[in-house]
């Protein structure tokens, strides 16, 4: 045996070994690095507090608010829209080339940069509907954009769904709406709530396409209505992170933390439906 | 969901439709997306040529005199492009390979939800992250750095995308039979050569695909240029200066609130289109080669 | 028989695209008797119960000819609304297939969705049903359990009774003792017996001996044809066709 090709076995193990650390290392850095520079900052009456051109009076309130009312909008408007489109796709479609089409529209509106649903969300809500730079229009386009990520789930979701639930339905003279509704739809309901629930994780980190809608506005006040104007949380830490004087980085790290937070709230719960979804399946 | 009653055919119909209106969505968004982009760039080429905004090499819109030259956006975003593979293609890879050939499934365990929160983070918290840690460092090893910079950007991008180069590629690479392995290993050869001459080879396809999905996300990416890499349009090789990349260049005039109709406010539209058609050809692509590769096996 | 005849199957051919799978069946099944359909895997037994209650149908790429008389109608008619023939025709499966609910649930699912809504009557449909299914006195005390909770045949008696729950006039089995044990199977094959004397039973079997136990009739198929079908005692005993023959001596299948 050639003795050096024991070393090249071991050398490629402990190339790979480093380029896998190197990449876990990202993660570790960037977190430790958000965490240090912010939590000094992050207290209740950083929470509490409206943006402020001193940075220790400067606070998240308005950014949060802000990120509820988006998010909770947008799950209202798309949930219901990706479920009903999930359904249709897989227990109505018939197999042709529309419903092709459709799946290529999906696939291809999945791989769009999250900056042009922020053009399209400006031609289209802001301007052509006249919503103008408000909340309504910031969560339409927010609902646009994961449309394609919560369908796809629930999609994933309603397959998994026994064939042999919905032909025990059909025998017994259930029609495709109540099949649909009584059998798969509560079979698949976990599935598809994890997968919202990520996608909307999604929509609170979206920075781009909200800063096209929202615009650099100082907004001093909390929203009240999904008509006024707003900043959400991601925009705020952008705000805050191209001011050049330093104390800003901190607030922003301190958004970071809270703005993570959050995100790991939400995933939280995905994983915990998840959980108890499969216990109870055996 | 106890409300059971009996359903009329027409209610049946009426659903059906309804469900179908709520499909048809993502067609319409298709087309919106599209109409918005060439309404807002045709109303633009009305007023720059569009021979202009294809070869120009300068791209003033805010400054007099204006010029309309995309090359600048373009090169911008190609060289934080490929900062951001010469970071992930290696990283990735190397993690694919660790997973798939050497790493025992509980190693595996723990590696891999690492990876998928990575993807979870929001970018503006990677451009955070290049601006403030990465970018200091560089000025460190090479005080010439500005503080807005190429490379920082990249560095951090590259960083990004890794999980999406390992997490596809080692599925790729796990795709390859294992009878394959085995008549490598029955040949008598060591893990290093069934790895990088049976396995890589075999998911060859597969990989490239990984890379060009990867490269795609990295195109259309847009906080962490926008936050780390400046907003100064420049054709240089030098990535220790700043640059602006097309998605920089959108949010930059985003924010600036220029007013809407203006010729500046209708840049956005142009560079979103190009923006668009890159991307798209990209993805084309990377779906091309992935849908190969799995017809495969 | 003539009189009582309860389904009169005629020229059937069922098509799943390219793949013809039943061939020019015709045979009239009696009414309140059971009747077992043998034959090989693959020679078109389950298919030919799923065109009785147009169960087919949900499979893309298929398609039938020829026409099913039951009770003088034509399900394969236009105008037969196939909601309400599948309410007249139950079916039970190879595996048991209760849903992800309660008990409870399982049997008032159809009466549900037919539009029965008062909590009494429910009561009552499930009750009734789950006797007739000869599970009441196991499941009395825990209706609002879930029906994956309960042993497999179990599972399967629960779907007979989710079948007679909207009071079927035949019921289809489709080999519904082969995921279950022996002492399971014993306790189904009696209770087909006795469902043999308000309603019209086909059952698809492979297991001869079973074929042989719970039948009056027996229908024969080999490769999408009908080859032979007579009186139980008649095929076993006396078997006309030499296929036949071959199949219930264990030659073949």
Redesign the interface.
């Known amino acids: 045996m050639i003795p050096g090709?024991?070393v090249?076995?071991h050398?490629?193990?402990i190339?790979?070994?480093?380029?896998?650390l190197?990449?876990?290392a990202?993660?570790i850095?960037?977190l430790l690095?958000?965490f240090a520079?912010g939590l000094p900052w992050l207290d209740f009456q950083f929470l509490n507090s409206l943006p402020s051109h001193y940075p220790d009076k400067a606070g998240i309130k308005a950014a949060l608010i802000g990120s509820v009312w988006i998010v909770g909008l947008t799950a209202l408007f798309s949930f219901?829209?990706?479920v009903?489109?999930a359904?249709?796709?897989e227990e109505?479609?018939p197999r042709n080339w529309f419903t092709s089409?459709?799946n290529v529209?999906?696939?291809?509106?999945a791989?769009?940069?999250?900056?042009?649903?922020?053009?399209?969300g400006?031609?289209?809500f802001v301007?052509s509907l006249t919503l103008g730079r408000s909340i309504l229009a910031g969560a339409l386009t927010m609902t646009?954009l994961i449309?394609?990520i919560i369908?796809v789930a629930s999609r994933e979701a309603i397959r998994s769904v026994p064939k042999a639930y919905r032909e025990g339905a059909y025998a017994l003279g259930a029609?495709?709406?109540?099949v649909t509704?009584?059998i798969v739809?509560?079979s698949a309901l976990p599935g598809i709530l994890t997968g919202t629930i990520?996608a909307l994780?999604?929509a609170?980190?979206?920075?781009?396409p909200m800063?096209?809608i929202a615009?650099?506005a100082y907004i001093n006040f909390v929203p009240t209505s999904p008509f006024d104007r707003f900043t959400v949380m991601?925009i705020q830490?952008?705000n805050w992170?191209?001011n050049p004087i330093r104390e800003f980085?901190h607030l922003?790290?301190a958004g970071?933390i809270v703005?993570?937070g959050v995100?790991l709230s939400m995933?939280s719960i995905a994983i915990y439906i998840r959980y108890r979804y499969q216990k109870r399946v055996r | 969901?106890?409300?059971?009653?009996?359903?009329p055919r027409a209610?049946?119909w009426i659903?059906?439709k309804?469900?179908?209106l709520?499909?048809?969505?993502?067609?319409f968004?298709?087309f919106?997306?599209l109409a918005?982009?060439l309404?807002?760039a045709i109303s633009f080429f009305q007023e720059v040529s569009i021979i202009e905004f294809f070869t120009g090499t300068k791209w003033t819109p805010l400054f007099k005199p204006q010029h309309f030259g995309i090359l600048p956006l373009l090169w911008g975003t190609l060289l934080v492009t490929i900062i951001a593979l010469g970071v992930a293609v290696?990283?990735?890879?190397?993690?694919a390979?660790?997973?798939s050939e050497?790493a025992p499934e509980q190693v595996r365990k723990i590696?891999k939800p690492?990876?998928e929160?990575?993807v979870?983070?929001?970018?503006?918290?990677?451009?955070?992250?290049a601006?403030?840690?990465v970018t200091p460092i560089l000025q460190v090893v090479f005080p010439e750095t500005s503080v807005f910079n190429a490379l920082s950007a990249g560095i951090v991008m590259g960083?990004m995308i890794?999980?999406m180069v390992?997490s596809l590629s080692e599925d790729a690479m796990l795709a390859v039979p294992q009878s394959l392995r085995e008549a490598a290993y029955g040949l008598g050869a060591?893990?290093?050569?069934v790895?990088?001459r049976v396995v890589l080879p075999s998911a060859f396809s597969g990989v490239v695909a990984s890379i060009i999905?990867a490269m795609?996300r990295a195109?259309?990416?847009?906080?962490i240029v926008?936050?780390a890499a400046g907003s100064t349009p420049k054709l240089t090789l030098n990535p220790l200066e700043g640059i602006q990349t097309m998605?920089a260049y959108?949010?930059q005039i985003?924010?600036?609130?220029a007013p809407?109709g203006s010729l500046e406010y209708r840049t956005?539209?142009s560079v979103?289109l190009t923006?668009?058609l890159i991307?798209?050809a990209v993805?084309l692509i990377g779906?091309w080669m992935a849908r190969r590769y799995w017809r495969q096996y | 028989m003539i009189g009582n005849v309860k389904i009169d199957v005629r020229d059937l051919n069922v098509w799943f695209g390219q793949n013809h799978v039943l061939k020019d069946i015709t045979l009239k099944i009696k009414r309140n008797t059971v009747t077992a359909v043998m034959g090989p895997s693959g020679c078109g037994k389950t298919t030919f119960i799923r065109a009785l209650n147009r169960m087919n149908e949900l499979i893309e790429g298929s398609r039938t000819t020829g026409e099913i008389y039951i009770d003088g109608k034509n399900i394969y008619d236009k105008e037969t609304d196939v909601y309400e023939l599948r309410k007249k025709v139950g079916m039970v499966f190879q595996k048991p297939n209760p849903f992800p609910k309660s008990i409870f649930?399982n049997i008032a699912?159809a009466p549900?969705?037919?539009?029965i809504?008062d909590p009494k009557t429910l009561q009552e449909i499930v009750e009734r049903s789950l006797k007739e299914a000869a599970l009441w006195n196991e499941v009395k005390d825990r209706l609002k359990d879930s029906a994956l909770d309960l042993s497999g045949g179990q599972q399967q008696r629960l779907c007979i009774a989710r079948a007679l729950a909207i009071k079927p006039e035949i019921l289809l089995l489709d080999e519904p003792c082969s995921a279950l044990d022996p002492s399971a199977t014993a306790k189904v094959e009696t209770l087909i017996r006795k469902l043999a004397e308000n309603y019209t039973v086909i059952i698809v079997t492979h297991n001869m001996q079973q074929a042989a136990r719970v039948s009056d009739y027996a229908a024969f198929l080999y490769a999408g044809k009908l080859i032979e079908y007579g009186g139980t005692r008649q095929i076993f005993e006396n078997p006309q066709n030499v296929l036949t023959e071959k199949y219930i001596t264990g030659k073949f299948g």
């Open positions: 090709r024991k090249k076995e050398a490629l193990f190339i790979c070994s480093i380029a896998t190197l990449s876990i990202g993660l850095i960037l690095d958000a520079d219901p829209i990706g009903a489109a359904l249709y796709l109505y479609a089409f459709i529209n999906i696939a291809n509106l791989g769009v940069p999250s900056i042009v649903y922020g053009l399209l400006i031609g289209l301007e646009l449309l394609p369908i029609t495709r709406w109540q509704r009584e739809l509560p990520l994780s999604r609170i980190g979206e920075a781009a800063i096209t615009a650099l991601p830490i952008y992170v191209s980085h922003a790290a970071i703005l993570l995100l995933n | 969901m106890e409300s059971c009653t009996n359903v209610q049946e659903i059906e309804l469900l179908f709520c499909a048809l969505i993502s067609v968004t298709m919106a997306i918005m982009l309404f807002g290696p990283l990735g890879l190397g993690s390979i660790l997973l050497y590696i690492v990876l929160i990575m979870g983070i929001p970018t503006v918290v990677y451009g955070y992250f601006l403030t840690f960083i890794t999980p390992s060591r893990k290093h050569e790895a990088l999905l795609s195109i259309g990416e847009t906080m926008s936050i998605t959108i949010t985003s924010l600036g609130e809407f956005i539209f979103g923006l668009f991307v798209f993805n779906h | 649930d699912f549900r969705i037919h539009g809504t």
